[in-house]
């Protein structure tokens, strides 16, 4: 494998990583309320939004999907133990999500012309039938991301805090995903209410 793949996935990841934490901070805002999240997310957006950093947001997703593909399909990463196969099927729901949740954000925003804001990410968790495929999409997302960090941190923290230890870190971040995973769908149904949708954000769902 060249030297080159791993350089990019190790920095597009920790890119993404920086995001996808401020990102999930965001979603976690809506236990809040509605304003809550709005506020947040209008505020971070100045900066998420910068051309700059949103150029390099995107050629960092593009990165990350095209050497992780790369890196699962190569022996170097071959499933093995189990932190391993976390690592890696874990990686490649991260990629397919990456892409299809990337993809549907540009495409409301410039298609669409919609504000991608809190609606746009919670309609489809509130409308059924489509919740069937949007709640289990998003859950396990946020269940990915922790769970690739466990890998990772199973796998190389073990020679630096020992085996025992990683390992006990390792179930903390998978834990610590579960509960933001389940904090973040509460927030987003308005408690398992519902939330009201308005009529424009309905139209992208075909309504
Ligand atoms: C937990 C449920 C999630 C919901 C409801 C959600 C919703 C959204 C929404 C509404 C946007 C548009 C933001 C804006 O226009 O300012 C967005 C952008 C984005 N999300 Fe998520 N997201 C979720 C989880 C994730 C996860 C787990 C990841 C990464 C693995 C992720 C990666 C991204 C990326 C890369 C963007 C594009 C940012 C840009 O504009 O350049 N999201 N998401």
């Known amino acids: 494998m060249p030297r080159a793949v791993v350089t990019v996935h190790y920095w597009s990841g920790l890119l993404l990583a920086g995001f996808i934490l401020v990102h999930l ?39 990350q999907v095209f ?45 669409f012309g919609l504000d991608t804001n809190l609606y746009f990410g919670a309609a489809g968790i509130n409308t059924f039938p489509f919740s069937l495929f949007f709640v289990p999409y998003y859950l396990l997302a ?34 610590l995903g579960v509960v933001v995973a389940l904090l973040i769908l509460y927030g987003l149904t308005n408690g398992l209410r519902g939330l009201p949708i308005p009529a424009e954000y309905l139209k992208s769902l075909g309504r």
Request: aromatic fraction near 8%.
């Open 25 to 63: 901070l965001n979603h976690l805002a809506a236990l809040a309320g509605a304003t809550a999240h709005l506020g947040l997310m209008q505020l971070l957006r100045t900066v998420y939004r910068h051309p700059v950093v949103e150029g390099a947001l995107l050629l960092a997703v593009a990165g």
């Open 67 to 111: 050497t992780g593909i790369r890196l699962a399909r190569s022996r170097r990463v071959g499933a093995r133990g189990r932190a391993e196969r976390l690592q890696v099927y874990s990686g490649l729901y991260l990629a397919f999500f990456l892409l299809v949740h990337t993809g549907a954000v540009l495409t409301g925003r410039l298609y």
């Open 142 to 175: 946020v269940l990915a991301v922790f769970g690739h960090l466990a890998g990772v941190h199973y796998r190389k923290g073990s020679a630096r805090f020992g085996e025992q230890a990683a390992r006990r870190q390792a179930l903390g971040l998978g834990g």
